[in-house]
Structures are given as C-alpha cells and as structure tokens.
C-alpha cells in the first residue's frame, strides 16, 4: 500500500514526500483511516512503529477541512504525552506533517520558563502538545480554553499509567467537550489501561500493529551472567570492541546512571545520561550529543527513555535488568529500527535471575547466554538454569532465527467496543 491510497489530502502527501516516506507502517495503514472517519482509536503500538503520524496525519487533515473561524485560534486539538521529550517529537512531527495546512501548533512542557509557551498560547494555536503538569498549570492560569477542542489524543498511556498521571489526566478530560474525537496510544494494554480506555473512549476502534515478538525476532538478544560489582567492567570491555558503534544503556536507577557516565568516562568512552533529575537543556544536549556521535554511549532510566527517537542504535544495553518484563521489550526496541537489525545485551547478577526469567516467559525465548567473557559469575549462571522457563513454541510465529552466537569481549557476531463512561471524582 502507498499513502496515496489512504485517502489523505494533496498537501499532507507532499509533507509525506518531502520526508522520504511512499508507504504508510502497518499502524498507519489500521488507525489513519477510521480517524478520517471520525472514529475513536484504540491504539495498541510501540515506540518506532510510526504511531504519531498515524494520529497526526488524519488530525491535520481532518482541522484543515473544516472552515477556518474568524478571531483568536481555540485549540481544536489536543495531544498529551507523558515526557517532554516525546512532546517535542510529537510537535516536530505536525510541524513536518502539517507545513502546508495553515495550521499553528505549539507544545508545552514543564522544567522551562513558560514565558514563550503562553505566548504562542495567546496568539492562538489549532493543535497543542502538552505534558499534564504543565497543561494543567496553564489551565489554572487561564493561558488554556480546552472547551473548543474537537480531538483527543493520549499517547504512552501505559507510561501515563507509570508515573502516576492518571488523576491529572482525569482533570482535563473533565475539561473536554463530551462530544469529541478521543484516540488513544499505548505500547501495552494492561487491564488498567483498558479501563481507562472504557472511560474515555466511545465505541472505539481497536487496532495493534504485530506482537512485539517480530520485533524482538530481528534483534539478537544475548544474556552476559555476572557480579553486579563486575558489570562497569564488563560495560568497558564490551565498548571497547569495534561493534558497538551507538549504544544506549539502560540503568535502573539515576545516580547509577550518573555513576555509569563517570566509570566511562574515566575509561575514555565519551557518553552522557539522561533521567528525571536532569534539566530538560542538559537532557537536549545530551540527546544532541549521543545523536551526532559527541557521546557514544547514552545511559538512561526507562522514565527519561521513553519517546526517545533515535536511529542508528547498534547496541541496548540492559545493564540493570528492568523490574517488569515488559520494559524490556521497550528497551530494545530502541535498536533494530526501521526494517534494520540490532543487538542488545543483558547483564544479569546473582538477584536479578528471576527478572531474566519473567522476561523470557514474555517474548517466550531464552536468550542466548554469552559464557566467553573474563567476568562470568559462575553462582548466577548455574543457579539460573534452574529457574529459567521452559519455553513453549509459538505456533503463530515463524521459527527464531538464530540470534547471538558467541561475543567476545565485546564483538558481536552475530476491546471491544463500549459505551463512553463518565470519570468517577473519587478516583480523581
């Protein structure tokens, strides 16, 4: 299919065009349409699946159609993510996408001045981008009139859900018209989720890009066992080899992130770190940095990961396995982008064998488990095998490939629809 046959508007396509896109991601190819429709979306995609255009290109054709109203702009839609960084993302992309509609956006975000925010606020905007501290402080502030908005969008619920947004997502949607289109966006969709889901949206469509497992299938995946005293230099080591050209490391914590900067650094391996903690300038340069090949090693907190758009990553590096299972298909599915292949390596102490186990039950696959490297903790390698899985095949999917055979010091070879329910205040 191309993105001629979505049905979508001259000037979207040469937006399209202009970015090197002729055929539309299987998200896009599901959710663009029934938005053109005017149907609520329920979205069940990852990050780098090419969701944002599948809720941006619609909404800017959608606006653009309708009659343009004489005075100050109201906003006609709203998008809220969980992170500053995936806003600004979701900005830049009805930037891109929407250059030649007419149409004005801004995005707003907390950890900066809000001068420049409540200006363009003023000035009037068709479509705002928000994180929901910084909207609703506005809204407090009189800078922002919701009562005009026309379309919802709520992108990384499941990460929404995480960092504990859900009440204040509940306070602007008490701000919204009843009659709206709401659409909403999640990489998992938990029980949790799809009661949120049944309180906001109104006979929704639901569409899921493939399960996560084709995408972890083009990753090779491997498991180093180790001391977590080791694990730096073990992480040194394996930078060391030429393979590990752009990494990014997962940490579970932020003064371990910064921590893991510093231990790099001292081994004369640029890198930088990005979590909560930091400002959102330093978080840029950073991000600037790792992106244009300054840093080669970006240490990050699932939090402060998420929306991160980043091409080119050759190695994950889960260097603290993450407390839930799914994390880390959110984790590695930061490399392998795009149709490319990508590796991500595990290190997992003594502690963190059952956390291996819950991941493995997850993609239902053992990881390859990488015995050739001078840090081997031997406690954690044989007590795992016992608590390992035994893993069922999946009868759906096509058989694994071979993944990651041995690493040396660091080279790699290798819902139904249902009725819209009102909020209940107590759980406000």
């Known amino acids: 299919m191309l993105f ?107 950890g900066v001045g809000q001068a420049s925010q409540t200006r363009a606020l003023t000035r009037g905007v068709d479509i705002l981008v928000a994180t929901p501290g910084r909207l609703l402080d506005l809204m407090n502030q009189g800078y922002v009139d919701l009562s005009r908005v026309e379309a919802f969008i709520l992108d990384e619920a499941d990460r929404m859900l995480d960092m504990g947004f859900i009440p204040d997502i ?40 493939a399960p996560s497992a084709t995408t972890v299938e083009r990753i090779a995946q491997s498991v180093y066992f180790v001391e977590q005293s080791d694990k730096i230099d073990l992480l040194v080591r394996l930078c060391e080899g030429q393979s590990i050209t752009r990494a990014l490391v997962f940490t579970r914590t932020k003064h371990g992130a910064d921590k893991l900067v510093r231990k790099l650094a001292e081994a004369s391996i640029p890198a930088a770190a990005i979590h909560g903690n930091k400002s959102q300038s330093r978080r840029e340069q950073a ?63 003594y502690s963190e064998r059952p956390l291996l186990a819950s991941i493995e039950r997850l993609i239902r696959q053992r990881l390859d488990v990488v015995s050739d490297h001078p840090f081997r903790s031997g406690r954690a390698a044989s007590e795992n095998q016992s608590t390992r899985p035994a893993i069922a095949a999946k009868p759906s999917q096509p058989a694994r490939r071979n993944s990651a055979p041995s690493v040396v010091y660091g080279s790699h070879r290798g819902r139904s629809s249902s009725s819209r329910r009102p909020f209940r205040r107590d759980a406000a």
């Not at 600037?288 to 990961?305: E, H, M, N």
């Not at 080119?312 to 959110?330: G, I, K, R, T």
């Open 170 to 209: 509940r306070r602007v949607v008490r701000a919204l018209p009843a009659k709206r289109q709401t659409l909403l966006f999640s990489a998992t969709l938990p029980p949790s989720i799809l009661d949120l889901a049944g309180g906001l949206l109104d006979k929704p469509e639901t569409v899921s890009v």
């Open 287 to 349: 991000l600037a940095a790792f992106k244009r090949g300054a840093a080669r090693v970006l240490v990050a907190t699932d939090i402060a990961s998420r929306g991160l758009d980043i091409d080119e990553v050759s190695h994950v590096v889960n260097f603290d396995l993450p407390v839930d299972a799914e994390s880390y298909v959110h984790r590695i599915g930061r490399t392998a982008r795009a149709g490319a292949s990508g590796a991500a390596f595990s290190f997992c102490g």
């Open 4 to 110: 001629d046959e979505l049905n979508l508007h001259a000037a979207l396509l040469k937006a399209v065009r202009a970015q090197g896109y002729a055929s539309p991601t299987p998200i896009q190819q599901k959710a663009i349409p029934y938005v053109l429709a005017g149907r609520d979306v329920l979205g069940c995609a990852q990050t780098g699946t090419g969701k944002t255009a599948a809720f941006a290109l619609p909404i800017l054709q959608r606006l653009s159609a309708a009659p343009r109203r004489d005075g100050r702009r109201p906003i006609r839609a709203l998008a809220l993510a969980p992170t500053r960084e995936l806003a600004s993302q979701i900005g830049e992309s009805f930037a891109v996408y929407g250059a030649h509609t007419g149409l004005r956006h801004t995005v707003i975000f907390g």
